[in-house]
C-alpha cells in the first residue's frame, strides 16, 4: 500500500522498491493488477510490462494477466507485433483455442490492419471465422465481424447485420454500437462510394442508434463526438457543441488511444473551433484550433500521420489570421502545413498567392 501510494505520486523506482519488498513476503495477484495497471495510467509502461511479465512466471501463465498485458501493448502503445506475441505466446499456448484469447488476437489483427496494415484485416477474419466455426454463430461473434466489415468498409454486409443486431436493444455492446453508428452516420453524411449509392435507401435508424451509443458507452468517446457531428450536420450548432465539449473530455479519460480516435480527438477541437468562428467567438475558435494543433504536433513526434481533418484545422487557423487578424505570416505558415497534410484546395493555394503577393 505504501509503494502504490507512492506510485500515485510518481516516486516510481521508490514504488518498485517496496512493491518487490512486498513480493519477497507474500505475492498476491490482484496486487500485481494494481501495480501493472497503475504504471501504465501512469505511462510507465516499461514498468508495467515488468510487473506483467513478473506476474505471468509466478501465476503460472495466468490467463486474465495476459490478456491484460496485451491489452495495454495493443491499446495503449499501439504496438501490434508485441501484442500478437503477448497472445500467442502467453494464452493461446497455454489455453488452447480460448475463446477470449482469440477473440483478442483477431481485435490485435483488426486494429493493426486499420492502423498499418491492411493485409492483417483478412487475418482478422480468420481468427473471427475460426470462433464461429468453433463456437458457433453467437452475438459477441457476429458482432466482431460486424467490426470488420465497417472497417473494410462492406456497406452491404453491415447493413445485413444491422437488420440482425437492431431489433434487440441489448444484443450489441458499446463499442460495436458505436461504431456502427458512427460508420452509417458517416454514410448518410455523403462519405459513399459511388458503387454503394442504391444501398442508401436501406440505411435507417441512425439517430436511435447514436443515442443507444450514448446510452449504453457514454466514456467512449466517440459515442458524444457522433452525437455531436449529427447535430453539426444539421446546422444545429448549440447541442453540436454541448456534444463536442463532453466528448472532449471522454478523449481525455478514455485510456485506449487508437490512431483513429487521437485523429478524431484532434478533429473534435477544430469543429469547435469552427462553431466558435460561425459565432464569431473569434478568441475562443483560436483557442479550440491552437490546442487540437498542439495535439498533433505532440502526436507526431510520436509516429501520428495526419489526415484531411489534420489539414483543415491548420486552415482554419490560417483562416481565422488571414480574415480577422491580419496576420499574414501565421496564416501563410498554417497554410503551407495544411496542404502538406492532404488539404489542398484552390482557396488556399489563391490566398497563399496573394499573401506572397
Not at 480516435?261 to 479550440?288: C, K, P, S, T
Request: charged letters at 30%; one cysteine or more.
Amino acid at each position: 500500500k505504501e509503494g502504490y501510494a507512492l506510485l500515485e505520486a510518481g516516486a516510481y523506482p521508490q514504488s518498485e522498491e517496496l512493491f518487490d519488498e512486498a513480493s519477497s513476503y507474500q505475492r498476491q495477484k490482484r496486487w500485481f493488477f494494481k501495480y501493472a495497471e497503475g504504471y501504465s495510467n501512469h505511462k510507465q509502461y516499461e514498468r508495467a510490462r515488468l510487473v506483467y511479465q513478473s506476474g505471468l512466471r509466478y501465476f503460472n501463465h495466468d490467463k486474465k494477466m495476459g490478456l491484460k498485458y496485451a491489452e495495454m501493448e495493443l491499446y495503449q502503445l499501439r504496438n501490434y507485433e508485441n501484442a500478437e506475441n503477448v497472445v500467442r505466446r502467453e494464452v493461446l499456448d497455454y489455453y488452447i483455442n480460448d475463446k477470449d484469447g482469440m477473440l483478442l488476437l483477431g481485435d490485435i489483427f483488426l486494429e493493426w490492419g486499420s492502423d498499418k496494415d491492411p493485409r492483417k484485416l483478412d487475418e482478422a477474419y480468420e481468427v473471427y471465422s475460426d470462433i464461429i466455426s468453433l463456437y458457433g454463430q453467437k452475438d459477441p461473434y457476429l458482432a466482431r465481424l460486424l467490426r470488420y466489415y465497417i472497417r473494410t468498409d462492406d456497406l452491404r454486409n453491415v447493413l445485413q447485420l444491422k437488420d440482425y443486431f437492431y431489433p434487440r436493444k441489448k444484443s450489441l455492446g458499446g463499442q460495436d454500437l458505436v461504431e456502427l453508428s458512427g460508420y452509417l452516420l458517416d454514410k448518410v453524411s455523403g462519405n459513399i462510394a459511388p458503387a454503394d449509392e442504391k444501398l442508401l435507401v436501406y440505411i435507417e435508424d441512425v439517430r436511435a442508434l447514436l443515442e443507444r451509443a450514448v446510452k449504453l458507452a457514454p466514456e467512449i468517446p466517440e459515442s458524444t463526438y457522433n452525437m455531436g457531428l449529427y447535430f453539426l450536420n444539421s446546422k444545429n450548432y448549440i447541442p453540436a457543441k454541448e456534444w463536442l465539449l463532453l466528448s472532449l473530455d471522454a478523449f481525455e479519460k478514455y485510456p485506449f488511444r487508437t490512431k483513429a480516435r487521437v485523429l478524431n480527438h484532434i478533429n473534435a477541437y477544430r469543429l469547435l473551433g469552427d462553431i466558435g468562428m460561425e459565432d464569431e467567438e473569434y478568441i475562443e475558435a483560436e483557442e479550440f484550433y491552437r490546442k487540437g494543433i498542439s495535439l498533433f504536433e505532440e502526436e507526431k513526434a510520436a509516429g501520428l500521420q495526419g489526415n484531411k481533418n489534420v489539414g483543415k484545422i491548420y486552415a482554419s487557423l490560417g483562416d481565422l489570421c488571414y480574415f480577422i487578424t491580419g496576420d499574414f505570416d501565421e496564416a501563410l505558415k498554417s497554410y503551407k502545413v495544411s496542404v502538406d497534410t492532404d488539404n489542398d484546395t484552390a482557396s488556399i493555394r489563391y490566398k497563399m498567392g496573394y499573401i506572397y503577393y
